[in-house]
């Protein structure tokens, strides 16, 4: 199993990001998945998931109404667009699968600074 995480970088107070996710090594299309984002000092947490199919979506409090998570099963990847970003978004961000296992990515790095 293996999941490689792009898309991340600099981006000012109110910017947008899309990250991408490719997973390989299992189902993918029949895997619910989600988005976790680590920030520097604090523990690993969950951002947002979607179900195999991607009509059914859930978010942390914190990104509702900011952020979205949607799917290409045809090409194995995931995604996550994020816009009004702060800077407590600021975190390495990682997918895996909604129960996730011990197989984590690099991450992708999120900065926003002004």
């Known amino acids: 199993v293996q999941f490689v995480e792009s898309g991340g970088g600099l981006v000012q107070p109110g910017g947008s990001l899309r990250l991408s996710c490719v997973a390989s090594?299992?189902?993918?299309?029949?895997?619910?998945m989600s988005w976790y984002r680590q920030a520097p000092g604090k523990e690993r947490e969950w951002v947002a998931r979607?179900?195999?199919?991607?009509?059914?979506?859930n978010y942390a409090d914190s990104v509702k109404g900011r952020f979205t998570i949607s799917r290409n099963n045809g090409k194995n990847t995931l995604y996550l667009q994020m816009n009004s970003l702060n800077p407590d978004d600021t975190a390495v961000y990682y997918c895996?699968?909604?129960?996730?296992?011990?197989?984590w990515g690099q991450g992708t790095q999120v900065t926003v600074s002004s």
């Open positions: 895996n699968q909604a129960s996730p296992i011990n197989a």
């Open positions: 979607i179900n195999w199919y991607g009509y059914n979506t």
């Open positions: 090594g299992f189902t993918f299309s029949t895997t619910a």
